[in-house]
């Protein structure tokens, strides 16, 4: 009898009792038959375990497709027919890219600083306030105030930028002058009384008044600089749009042996940010980028292990925190965050680095940068995360 | 409404000469594509020549399914297909000595590590193996084909495909003998 026979009928599973019985004692008296054994098991092993499907390149997929008239797939789409729950699929379809929209709204709404608030013209602001006060007309010419005794000291400001704290003190100015001219005349009807009892003295009273003229202009002329501490800090900054346009050449740390597409607008980002202070921005991020998908499947009974690297449009809300200049140097850091969703699942990315302004309304953008994204197959999810430097650069308007 | 998924073979195949024909293709194509191309990559041995055979084999069967409405086992009628393209391939070539492919037995797989001495070592031995049997025992062992789907596939008879299975077997055994020898004193 050929135990060989026996033993390859035993691996196929095709061996009567009969015959098992009679392998296994011989299997017990015969080392060398035993040995044989282990080496087909071995060999049977290996195979089984190299019997994942070879999956066929997104490329050929995709030439496949088109060869016959028919829509390329996208590669994960082939993957995804067979499995992923339907809220994955929403997810990963529709419902991101319209929460990302939310989100980014959600966040404008929450960022937005309230306006800086208007100031009323110099003349009418001071209107007001004097017309609060002595219940009598404004005058529309500047206050002043003629003086009966000798001046110590006059002090001239001319302001340009009306304000509310100027103004309040204008009009407690306006309220010493009142008072200092009432104690004034007090002064001089007791003067002439005790003129008239007394004997002139050597000295006389000279009472110190502070008398102010400001001239008020609607014209706008530089602030003297000692003058501009009394003023609240303005900055130039000016809210507005900015467009941001920046590569991410970064390294995938899922191995893949597929090569990704080279198309020039792979790996690029084009943000439409709202910048709402120095500090904050928020908007829209959009770009096409590669993600290596690296997963395992199971296909009528048989592994499958999918390998594939390919390139997805993303969009989504992002947030950018812009941080104070070093020593006006231009060079300023920041942090950027974006959530977005594509076809093959949600995104997420976060950058860090620097800035530089160099001048006018162009900035250069150097910064550190981590991307994934998240997409499931048969009810399993998987992640491909990115690392690397990010480059760009963005114009306010 | 059904998802395309739930279809069977034969419905898809059916579906593929009407309207519905890119969805339904796009369907068989998901479930048998890794079959043909894990075939076609290791009866060729070459890669450009495996992918040629992919590609026109899926040519072939949509051109087939718009010409003939009814089929039993779209499976097996795609390795027919891909079997017979790769066999004329061949003898187009001339040539029974197939060049040794170190991507064939490193396709697509990321963990390159992951394949052990003996799978590689296994992969090589079938290169040495004659046609017939390298064929049976890729389609039994490679693919799970069952003797019954070997002998259909092949058009031989059942005691033929299990000798051939038997034979590459012990082939590859003989072959990878001192190397066994090495992995027992291991």
Known sequence: ?397 | MRQFSEYTDVELFRLLASGQSEDAFGELYARYSGTVYSYCMRLMGDKEKAHDIFQDTFMHFLQSARRHQQLDNVKGYLLTITRNLCFNEKKRASSQNLEFDEELYNPGFSREADRNEMMQLIAMALELLPDDMREAFVLREYQGLTYQEITELLKIKLETAKVRVFRARQRIKEILQPYLDEFQHD
């Not at chain 1, 026979?5 to 296994?24: M, P």
């Not at chain 1, 060869?67 to 929403?90: D, E, H, K, V």
């Not at chain 1, 008020?216 to 501490?229: I, T, V």
Request: charged residues 15%; glycine residues 8%; without cysteine.
């Open chain 1, 1 to 397: 009898m050929d135990y060989s026979e026996l033993i390859n009928q035993l691996i196929d599973g095709e061996l009567d009792t009969a015959a098992e019985a009679s392998l296994y004692a011989r299997l017990a008296a015969d080392a060398d038959l035993r040995t044989s054994l282990r080496e087909q098991l071995a060999m049977r092993f290996a195979i089984q375990e190299d019997r994942a499907l070879l999956v066929p390149p997104a490329a050929l997929t995709n030439k496949v497709f088109t060869g016959l008239g028919f829509t390329a797939p996208l590669a994960g789409s082939i993957a995804g027919t067979a499995g992923g729950s339907m809220l994955a699929q929403w997810l990963t379809r529709l419902g991101l890219p319209v929460a990302s929209a939310l989100m980014a709204a959600g966040l404008a709404f929450w960022i937005q600083q309230p306006a800086t608030p208007t100031h009323e013209p110099m003349a009418d602001s001071y209107r007001n306030i004097q017309t609060a006060q002595t219940g009598a007309p404004a005058l529309e010419s500047p206050i002043s105030v003629a003086p009966t005794a000798p001046v110590t000291q006059t002090i001239v400001r001319t302001v340009t930028a009306p304000d509310i704290t100027l103004l309040r003190t204008i009009a407690q100015l306006r309220d010493e002058n009142n008072r200092l001219r009432e104690a004034l005349f007090a002064i001089q009807h007791h003067n002439e009384a005790d003129r008239e009892e007394q004997p002139r003295m050597d000295s006389r009273v000279i009472p110190v008044t502070s008398a102010f003229t400001v001239t008020m202009q609607r014209s706008p002329e530089p602030l003297p600089f000692e003058q501009r501490s009394l003023l609240p800090h303005t900055s130039p900054f000016q809210a507005g749009p900015v467009v941001q346009l920046r590569g991410f050449p970064l390294s995938a740390s899922t191995g893949t042996a597929v090569q990704g597409t080279s198309d020039w607008y792979t790996n690029i980002g084009l943000a439409f940010l709202y910048r709402f202070n120095q500090t904050h921005s928020a908007g829209i991020e959009m770009g096409n980028e590669t993600f290596p998908m690296v997963f395992d499947g199971n296909r009528n009974g048989q592994l499958i292990r999918y390998d594939q690297n390919p390139a997805t449009m993303w969009w989504g809300a992002t947030y950018r925190y812009s941080g104070p200049q070093w020593s006006e140097s231009g060079f300023a850091p920041y942090g950027q965050v974006t959530l977005a969703g594509s076809q093959l699942g949600p995104v997420g990315r976060t950058s860090a680095g620097v800035t530089y302004s160099p001048a006018g309304n162009l900035t250069f953008v150097l910064g550190a940068e981590a991307a994934t994204l998240a997409y499931s197959f048969q009810n399993q999810w998987y992640l491909s995360p990115k690392f690397g430097l990010t480059y760009g650069l963005a114009i306010r308007f």
